[in-house]
């Protein structure tokens, strides 16, 4: 029976306990784990290794988690990104989201949660296309292979975000249907944030999909319902 890749998760906080204890958790729950105390540090990481996740602190000397997630998403970099903070007020996890984050977990958390959160994102980041769905879904000039998780255009490939991703690959599996809020954040484990969140990442994937996102064609919103995909040329 072949076995699971083991996937790399990248830990970024300048607690020294917790980056032990995380480590020693996330290790022993079949994890490969580097850690880095600051942005800094991280970036180096970086520059010689590409993990499958990062879990990120967002108050840290330095440049902060929040403005180190955008860099990360500007340069392409397109991993699920789990944010850690004492902040936990709704508000904050929307600026997060907003940031590119495709999670966020107040803390004090119990690390069990971080684990069964890194789980979910890193299937979701490549999960199998249902039966009978197309792999390849049209959206103008740009393609997304829904089972590589990926959009091209014109130009080449096109980087999508964990949380982009997920949530283009939930409405391409029924194209043509309206979703709710409550539908997809229950897809993309986005309840406990708010229904906001969704109006999040519907807001950073039209920027990747849609020649005008103020006038969109092919994500829509169907007002007092929801959003429908629609695919075309």
Do not use: W
């Not at 119990?110 to 890193?122: D, F, G, Q, S, W």
């Not at 091209?152 to 409405?171: D, F, S, W, Y």
Request: a negative charge.
């Amino acid at each position: 029976m072949e076995e699971e890749p083991v996937s790399h998760v990248l830990v970024v906080d300048d607690d020294p306990r917790l980056r032990r204890l995380l480590h020693r958790y996330l290790f022993g729950n079949g994890f490969r784990i580097s850690v880095a105390a600051h942005a800094a540090e991280a970036r180096q990481t970086l520059n010689g290794i590409q993990p499958d996740a990062i879990v990120l602190d967002v108050n840290m000397p330095g440049q902060d988690g929040l403005d180190f997630t955008r860099s990360l998403r500007a340069e392409g970099m397109d991993m699920p990104i789990i944010l850690l903070t004492a902040r936990g007020e709704p508000e904050d996890r929307i600026t997060g989201l907003e940031a590119g984050a495709d999670d966020y977990l107040g803390k004090p958390f119990e690390p069990r949660e971080l684990l069964l959160r890194l789980k979910a994102h890193l299937r979701r980041h490549q999960p199998a296309p249902a039966p009978g769905t197309p792999r390849i879904i049209r959206l103008g000039d740009k393609e997304f292979d829904l089972e590589r998780l990926l959009l091209q255009g014109p130009g080449g490939n096109i980087h999508l975000t964990g949380g982009e991703a997920a949530l283009l690959a939930v409405l391409s599996r029924r194209p043509g249907e309206v979703f709710t809020r409550e539908e997809i954040a229950t897809a993309l484990d986005m309840l406990e944030i708010g229904e906001r969140a969704v109006d999040v990442q519907v807001t950073r994937l039209r920027r990747c999909i849609e020649t005008d996102p103020r006038e969109p064609r092919f994500l829509q919103t169907v007002r007092g319902r929801g959003y429908v995909l629609k695919p075309g040329l």
